[in-house]
């Protein structure tokens, strides 16, 4: 059934349904048993079977969205010692807040309001400037923020808010055969996550967060990436055992060290609000040719648009299944640049052995690795892009350019 058809049947059935309906028969007796009634009863019963689809998928939305916020309660509930609310009502880094460029002047006023400085730097290889603030003792991050602002009129500030994975792993599951052989392979992409375990591939890691903990999710993306034929991989670790972790200036600082080891492409499977620290060292990094790839997250479509997926120039990267699907939960960004699997696929994970996998998270390395393979062949951005485009396999309308990497539905 077409979707003209089905958006008239919808709109028939509901006209039948109503008292404005009953008038397309004055004149006649309105008998429920007669001509008018059983052609309303007939309509409501073919189009009822279409439309359920529609009402299920609704609920599906409304019920992401309800999920994603009573999570995130949770969360700040339960690590109310490492995190609480900005004035976005955003989860942050509990009683820390960020300056951009700061000057001895703005400090000395941040001194003056009760704001101590906890760190001073600029991101490597990236040159962007920040301090990090410890708000006044008693004061909600929320409103520290906001009086920092005022007291500071015209400056960058912000609180460093958190990113969260966007996929999960899940049960064992058996190989799922796939075959990357017919695609270029090799090239080089950076990981930004938790810790990657058991992966040849890796060239090398670093921790951005206090702890050390091997993820999971990180170590399944490594796996899809080796399967899809990634020569190199790096690492970095913006969570290790902190709550606190995946905030936006352990991820700025990643992007930095990825710069600098030379990295050409790097993927993020984390989502989380807009941040101008992390905008600012996502153009930074832009600007001198990293190619960086986003998942679109996973609390469905009434989400707000996922960061840093909706950063202007990020490659974002939603999910399909394997009938090409993209999944009910595939969150938005403002933009969407590709499709790749997110779904009916699997990897080796360091002590669980092969798992399913589900979520945005994983369909982001698998658009990242053909993008590297194209740029280790063109060594420019722009044609490496141009390339993938090619590649691409049409999709539906929410798939972007195209999917990536349709075939590459096992991790090694």
């Known amino acids: 059934m077409n979707r003209r058809m089905l958006t008239c049947l919808a709109l028939t059935a509901a006209l039948l349904a109503t008292p404005a309906g009953a008038q397309l028969g004055a004149g006649l007796p309105i008998d429920p048993m007669g001509a008018v009634g059983r052609v309303g009863e007939a309509v409501r019963d073919i189009a009822a079977p279409a439309l359920e689809p529609l009402r299920d998928g609704l609920r599906d939305v409304r019920a992401l969205a309800q999920e994603r916020v009573q999570r995130l309660g949770r969360f700040v509930s339960d690590h109310r010692d490492r995190v609480e609310w900005d004035e976005r009502r955003q989860p942050a880094v509990r009683g820390e807040a960020l300056l951009l460029d700061p000057d001895p002047a703005a400090l000395e006023v941040a001194r003056r309001q009760g704001y101590a400085v906890i760190e001073q730097g600029t991101l490597e290889g990236l040159d962007v400037a920040y301090a990090r603030l410890g708000v006044p003792a008693g004061l909600p991050l929320a409103k520290a923020v906001e009086a920092l602002r005022k007291?500071?009129?015209?400056?960058?500030i912000t609180a460093d808010q958190l990113h969260f994975p966007s996929g999960k792993a899940g049960a064992k599951a058996g190989s799922t055969a796939s075959s990357t052989s017919a695609l270029p392979r090799g090239g080089t992409v950076g990981v930004i996550d938790g810790a990657i375990a058991g992966s040849s591939r890796l060239v090398a890691q670093r921790n951005f967060a206090s702890g050390a903990k091997a993820s999971d999710h990180a170590s399944a993306i490594a796996s899809l990436l080796a399967g899809a034929g990634t020569a190199k991989i790096y690492g970095a670790d913006v969570y290790g055992t902190d709550p606190a972790g995946g905030n936006a200036l352990a991820i700025a600082k990643a992007l930095g060290w990825m710069q600098g080891q030379g990295v050409p492409v790097v993927s993020i499977s984390l989502v989380g609000p807009s941040n101008p620290l992390l905008s600012r060292a996502v153009a930074a990094a832009r600007g001198r040719g990293m190619v960086i790839v986003a998942a679109v997250g996973n609390d469905g479509a009434a989400a707000p648009p996922a960061y840093p997926a909706s950063y202007p120039g990020v490659v974002a990267v939603t999910g399909i299944d394997g009938a090409g699907r993209v999944l009910i939960e595939a969150g938005r960004a403002t933009h969407v640049d590709y499709a790749a699997p997110g779904a009916d696929l699997s990897a080796l994970v360091p002590g669980r052995g092969r798992v399913a996998l589900r979520g945005t998270s994983y369909a982001a390395p698998l658009a990242a690795s053909r993008i590297a393979a194209r740029l280790a062949a063109s060594a420019n951005?722009?044609?490496?892009?141009?390339?993938?485009?090619?590649?691409?396999?049409?999709?539906?309308?929410?798939?972007?350019?195209?999917?990536?990497?349709?075939?590459?539905?096992?991790?090694?």
């Open 151 to 156: 007291a500071l009129p015209g400056r960058e």
């Open 381 to 412: 951005p722009a044609k490496a892009l141009a390339a993938a485009d090619a590649e691409a396999i049409a999709g539906s309308r929410h798939t972007g350019r195209g999917v990536l990497c349709n075939i590459c539905r096992s991790g090694l």
